[in-house]
Every structure is written in structure tokens, then in C-alpha cells.
């Protein structure tokens, strides 16, 4: 997938329209199954053919208009289905679609729809996502069980082991997918960031192209209000395991910070090299603040 702004303009002159992403699927309809790139435009979604001379067929473009209902895969990350109504101009009213970073892509096309939506109709409208499982879930890779007193839990499409005390608390915008949990019996409170992609050249204009700066800017904003505080530890940190096997390179960059009410634990990844153009990065930021007592209770453990 890529949102670069070159790779971009070169598209735009290739398929002689604005595109704001595009990315590598596999799609299928009816008895075809095709690999082609998937485009996302202004008003449209166009599929193009591996070698970007063309469309993958004469009705190879769906406007946005057209499209009825979006359905995720509930039993796979990597699928969903496309139902167009009867004045798509396609070979099929439905398309398979299986992308590797759906999460991105899903949420680049929602923006483009709605936009859409509202130049055409004047008004807004919601986004026609729907959940119902599409393929039967495979025996052959089975997915990785929770450690113990631990349960799986995803955040804009990453997913993470957090022990079963944590509950998510609402903000002011949304009651779930927020990022923050919290420990009601310690009062131990977690929060979780994930920052949107960038290309490395657009990382080094704004001076992140390392991990440790964007480190230094978390705890510039961590101790702003804070009259003393004490840094216990600002240094890389290894990432050991792989469950997904992935093959963007992961660097980290762990902060311990003791405040007179807290003391704070920052860790801080990046997912770089990111599959198939390995042009971008994206920075997820975890941080958890302990209670003073609690953390002093768990040193003398």
C-alpha cells in the first residue's frame, strides 16, 4: 500500500485522475480471481492491471455511487465484499476483495466515499460497513492463544495480549476504539496511540526519520506540567517475538519517568519498511501511569 505524494502523481497521470492511495489485492468475481492494483480515487475505485498500462477489463473503474454495502470478514483480516447495485457497470454485482493492510485501506476508501457523498448529495451519510463472516476460519495456521489471565484485544488494526483486569473507558467522541484502559483495582491506566502512516521522506522533513526522536518529543509532553520529575531509563529496547510473522522491520524505544504521583512507563515502536513498496513507517506509542504506591508496593515484591 502506499500514500506516497510521487508515487501518487505518478498515477494520477497514468490513469488520468486524482488518487489519493492504491495498494496490491487480489480480487475475485464470479469465476475470475484477479491480482491487480486497487486505486482509490475522488469519485471512484478503479482496478488496474499489474503493469499499470491499463485497466484489468473495459469496466474496470466503480464509482462510489454505485456501491450498496461494504462487508468485513469476521473470520479473516485480510478479506471483505464489495455489493454494487444494479447500475454498477461491472461483470459482477459482487467482488471478493483480500487486501493485506485492509485497515488502511478501508479507512482511505470511507473517506473518499463520504466525500463523495457529500459533493453529490449535499448532505452526510453513513459509511455502509457491515460484519458477517465470509470464509471458514483455517485449521491449518491456528491463531495464537492469549497467555494466561490475558485476552486478545485490537486497536485500529493491530492486535495486542492485555491482562483481563483492564477495561476500556469511553471519551467524549466514542464508547470503543479508544486506546485507553484502565486497572480499577490498582488504578494503573494504559493508553495506546497509534499515529498514521508515513513515507520515510515525509518522517526525515519533520525530523523523525529515527525512533528516538519521536521518543524525545513524548517526554517533553509527559513531564510539560511536572515541577520534578527523575528519568529512570531512555534507551533502546528489543523486540522479541514475531507471532505473525511479519516482515517490516520493528525498532523500539522505552522511557521510565517518576513523577510525585506517577511514574511513567512510555514504549514506543515503529513498524518500518512497511510490505509490499516498503516506503513508509508507522509509530505506535504505549503508556501506562502507575500510582506512586503501587509502583513502590510492586519494587519491594
Not at 479508544?178 to 515525509?202: D, I, R
Not at 523500539?252 to 513507517?281: H, K, N
Amino acid at each position: 500500500m502506499s500514500s506516497d505524494r510521487q508515487i501518487l502523481a505518478g498515477l494520477n497521470l497514468k490513469i488520468d485522475q486524482e488518487i489519493r492511495y492504491f495498494e496490491v489485492v487480489q480480487i475475485a468475481f464470479g469465476p475470475e480471481k484477479k491480482k491487480c492494483f486497487l486505486c482509490i480515487g475522488k469519485h471512484s475505485m478503479i482496478f488496474m492491471r499489474q503493469d499499470l498500462n491499463q485497466k484489468i477489463n473495459r469496466d474496470g473503474e466503480i464509482m462510489y455511487a454505485h456501491i450498496l454495502k461494504v462487508i468485513l470478514d469476521k473470520c479473516s483480516p485480510m478479506h471483505f465484499l464489495l455489493m454494487l447495485n444494479e447500475n454498477a457497470n461491472f461483470k459482477s454485482d459482487k467482488i471478493s476483495i483480500k487486501s493485506e493492510s485492509r485497515q488502511a485501506l478501508l479507512k482511505n476508501f470511507q473517506t473518499c466515499w463520504q466525500t463523495d457523498c457529500m459533493w453529490r448529495l449535499n448532505k452526510v451519510a453513513t459509511f455502509p460497513l457491515a460484519v458477517h463472516p465470509l470464509t471458514k476460519p483455517s485449521s491449518a495456521d491456528p491463531e495464537v492463544e492469549a497467555f494466561r489471565g490475558n485476552t486478545w484485544t485490537t486497536h485500529l488494526g493491530y492486535k495486542f495480549m492485555l491482562p483481563d483486569s483492564f477495561v476500556e473507558q469511553p471519551n467524549a467522541k466514542q464508547t470503543s476504539q479508544t486506546g485507553k484502559f484502565l486497572c480499577a483495582q490498582t488504578g494503573v491506566s494504559l493508553l495506546l496511540e497509534v499515529h498514521e502512516q508515513m513515507t520515510m521522506e515525509e518522517l526525515t522533513a519533520i525530523h523523525r526519520d529515527h525512533i528516538r526522536w519521536v521518543a524525545l518529543e513524548y517526554k517533553a509532553q509527559l513531564v510539560r506540567d511536572e515541577p520534578h520529575f527523575y528519568l529512570l531509563r531512555s534507551q533502546h529496547r528489543l523486540k522479541r517475538m514475531n507471532l505473525v510473522r511479519d516482515s517490516a522491520a520493528w525498532y523500539s524505544w522505552e522511557l521510565i519517568i517518576r513523577t510525585r504521583a506517577f511514574t511513567i512507563v512510555c514504549l514506543l515502536l515503529r513498524r518500518q519498511y512497511i510490505p509490499p513498496l516498503c516506503d513508509c513507517a508507522q509509530d505506535i506509542a504505549i503508556t501506562i501511569h502507575c500510582p506512586v504506591d503501587y509502583w513502590t508496593q510492586y519494587e519491594m515484591q
